[in-house]
């Protein structure tokens, strides 16, 4: 018998859902072919995109048209194949939930839009401080109760003691925000997510696709959520552990001192040099400056045989430190997100 297709296309849907064409096509197939063991599917299209060839593996690249690279993935579960091709990275059982939740996806003008008008106020000089404030934004989340995370609540903690100084990078961010709520209006989270993520790749990192949508927390976050300083090895990895981090992401992270003026290298060019100077342990020199390099934690996890082996390897390799970190800083502007809904 012939297999039956249904398509169900949502066209209509109005400009505040940012897609300007959204269709699903169910193919189910006939009761007598089920010895075959075909698999129905589901497709969700998002346009316009470009869709570059295709394998039959589980991931595949879609180009924006634009030089940046999307992701097209495709999961089974339960029978059941789905396909996505949104226009940014995000944990695909995230996106599911997510979307079964009618969560607002916001569309790709929307991405391109803040992505240059962020551009327009990120420089090298500046990058290191945008950086920063995406992990003390972030950084406040805890697994165990969902708490924290990524939600803007940064600007309501400003006066903390372990913020100092990122009054003038929520600045930094403001002017692009301002410009940005002028056309579309865009959550400080989504504003500082995409902010971390330019400013590493103004500084040579890898480009980091951040999914937008995120909404912003109306109050602060509770206090002495941000790991220490002051931890050792051992503290610091129950602390990201906490937040849902392995001990190889906790290291990838950390690769962030590089950028800025903890003393790793060029301090507006991002790469791998804050591994290869960990390994030297210039602190340990009675020599002027070096005892200034780096921070407490820095030191600490040098001495630890675990981290030791990831420092090891990302000092050997860039190209895997780059997407190391890649992956973990997606997952660090997911960690406690909360998200728009339709």
Request: hydrophobic letters at 35%.
């Amino acid at each position: 018998m012939m297999s039956s297709s249904t398509t169900l296309s949502f066209s209509h849907l109005t400009p505040s859902t940012s897609i300007s064409s959204l269709e699903f096509k169910l193919n189910f197939t006939s009761v007598s072919q089920r010895s075959s063991r075909p698999t129905p599917t589901v497709e969700s299209r998002a346009k316009p995109l470009a869709a570059s060839s295709s394998s039959s593996s589980s991931s595949s690249c879609i180009n924006d048209g634009s030089g940046q690279n999307l992701f097209y993935a495709t999961t089974r579960r339960k029978g059941l194949t789905f396909i996505a091709s949104v226009p940014f990275v995000l944990p695909l059982h995230e996106f599911v939930d997510n979307f079964g939740a009618k969560a607002a996806v916001p569309g790709l003008s929307d991405y391109v839009a803040v992505k240059e008008e962020i551009r327009k106020v990120v420089s090298k000089g500046k990058a290191a401080g945008v950086l920063r404030l995406v992990f003390h934004d972030a950084g406040t989340f805890e697994k165990g109760d969902n708490s924290g995370g990524m939600n803007g609540s940064i600007r309501y903690e400003l006066e903390r003691p372990e913020n100092a100084g990122l009054k003038k990078s929520l600045k930094i961010l403001e002017k692009a925000k301002k410009e940005m709520d002028a056309i579309q209006p865009v959550s400080w989270a989504d504003m500082i997510a995409l902010g971390g993520a330019e400013a590493v790749s103004v500084c040579g990192g890898p480009a980091i696709p951040v999914p937008l949508g995120r909404l912003d927390s109306l109050e602060p976050d509770p206090e002495g959520k941000l790991p220490e300083e002051s931890l050792d090895a051992s503290g610091l990895k129950q602390c990201f552990q906490r937040k849902g981090f392995s001990t190889q992401e906790l290291v990838a992270l950390s690769g962030a001192h590089t950028l800025g003026s903890k003393g790793f290298g060029n301090p507006t060019v991002f790469d791998n040099s804050y591994f290869k100077i960990l390994l030297e342990k210039p602190w340990k020199s009675s020599t002027g400056m070096a005892s200034m390099i780096g921070l407490p934690s820095d030191h600490a996890i040098v001495e630890d045989d675990e981290c030791l082996r990831w420092i090891t390897k990302y000092a050997d390799d860039q190209s895997t430190f780059f997407q190391d970190f890649k992956n973990a800083y997606i997952k660090l502007v997911n960690s406690g997100a909360r998200w728009k809904q339709l």
